[in-house]
């Protein structure tokens, strides 16, 4: 079955063709960063504006890289939320014209499930059911159980900010542009991750759930302080990183005092990060679990993803090219059948 793939739910224009939810036969991101970069954000117009200049060619682009031609494909899958509205519409009214026109099945896809289905391209085995998925992104941080590809229940998220959104802020605060992500990770491998004890949240008893508000603060006022003006940046980069990785690890391990899952999965944007595969790892290796970490081009966003998510989901999210819409709030639990699949 060969799905083509769109996702433009923030500032990737992302397209893909995939085989059976598994072979990625083309894979293609069009990055905005430098459209962006100067105000130190994602500037959501400028985003919806790129898409529609971009995704036509990367449409074209993803077909003749995978050598098959529109006809050819099984079905689109597109994501249909949650993001930012003017970002989903260009994805999906494209889709929603492509499926009508060539009379090919549409898939609607929540883009945190596709983060999860990343774990399942190029790979020839996939992760067992249940498992416990880290989803670490620019826009959300969350744990979830995932009994199955269309049960999945989320145990703890952030109350603040996401993973992604602490590094960019505090890369922000130490100079290191946008996205900040890699750079901060970069410049950590070079420092002493006990160099400064940043906080650790903990929640109460039983709760899985994340912040990195206090953190990021915590990093801010303590480089206004004289002994953090004359710190070595890159100690201050390890010590975060330490912090953010700590927390993370403590919260998975959480997870599997409360119940069992046959393997972990790490994905997102900030699952690329060096600091937090490796301490995975470890993790994983001690307690004889199966770890499944994409590589980083399947971490960020990318529409590779989304065909997967849209192979294993099937029928549960088809949904009809005449009345489907972009939802940017779409929920994680209900974004099954809440649109009238098409004949
Ligand atoms: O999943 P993603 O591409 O977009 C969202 O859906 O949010 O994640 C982007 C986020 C950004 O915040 C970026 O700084 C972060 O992932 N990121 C990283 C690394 N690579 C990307 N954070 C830490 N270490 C990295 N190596
Ligand atoms: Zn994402």
Redesign the pocket.
């Known amino acids: 079955m060969l799905l083509l793939g769109i996702e433009t739910?923030?500032d990737?224009t992302a397209t893909a063709v995939v085989r059976d939810g598994r072979d990625v036969l083309a894979n293609v991101s069009t990055n905005q960063d430098e459209f962006h970069a100067k105000y130190g954000g994602i500037v959501p117009e400028i985003a919806s504006r790129q898409h529609v200049a971009l995704l036509s060619a990367a449409i074209d682009d993803a077909l003749s890289r995978a050598n098959v031609s529109l006809r050819e494909i099984d079905g689109i899958a597109v994501t249909r939320g949650p993001g930012l509205i003017g970002s989903l519409l260009v994805g999906v009214a494209t889709a929603k014209a492509l499926a009508y026109a060539v009379r090919t099945p549409l898939y609607g896809i929540n883009?945190l499930h596709g983060?999860i289905f990343s774990a399942f391209l190029d790979r020839p085995e996939t992760p067992p059911y249940p498992f416990l998925a880290l989803l670490v992104?620019?826009?959300?941080s969350q744990l979830v159980s995932v009994a199955s590809a269309t049960s999945m229940r989320i145990l703890g998220r952030t109350h603040d900010d996401?993973a992604?959104?602490a590094?960019?802020k505090t890369a922000r605060l130490l100079g290191l542009g946008y996205?900040?992500?890699?750079a901060?990770?970069a410049l950590a491998r070079t420092g002493n991750p006990k160099a400064y004890a940043f906080p650790r949240h903990r929640p109460p008893a039983g709760s899985l759930d994340l912040s990195f508000s206090g953190l990021k603060t915590s990093v801010r006022y303590f480089l206004e302080s004289d002994e953090g003006g004359a710190a070595p940046v890159e100690d201050v980069a390890a010590s975060f990183q330490a912090a953010v990785v700590d927390v993370l690890i403590a919260r998975v391990n959480a997870a599997f005092d409360l119940a069992h899952y046959n393997a972990v999965v790490l994905s997102?944007?900030?699952a690329?990060?060096?600091g937090l595969q490796t301490a995975l790892r470890a993790w994983c290796e001690r307690r004889g679990v199966c770890s499944f970490i994409p590589p980083p081009k399947y971490?960020?966003?990318n529409a590779a993803m989304t065909a997967a998510a849209a192979f294993y989901q099937g029928a549960s999210a088809r949904i009809d090219p005449f009345s489907a819409s972009a939802d940017p709030d779409l929920s994680f639990e209900r974004s099954f059948n809440d649109v009238p699949a098409g004949s």
């Open positions: 739910s923030c990737d883009h983060h992104s620019g826009g959300h996401a992604g959104e590094y960019d996205p900040g992500g890699p901060l990770d997102g944007g900030v690329a990060n060096s971490c960020t966003d």
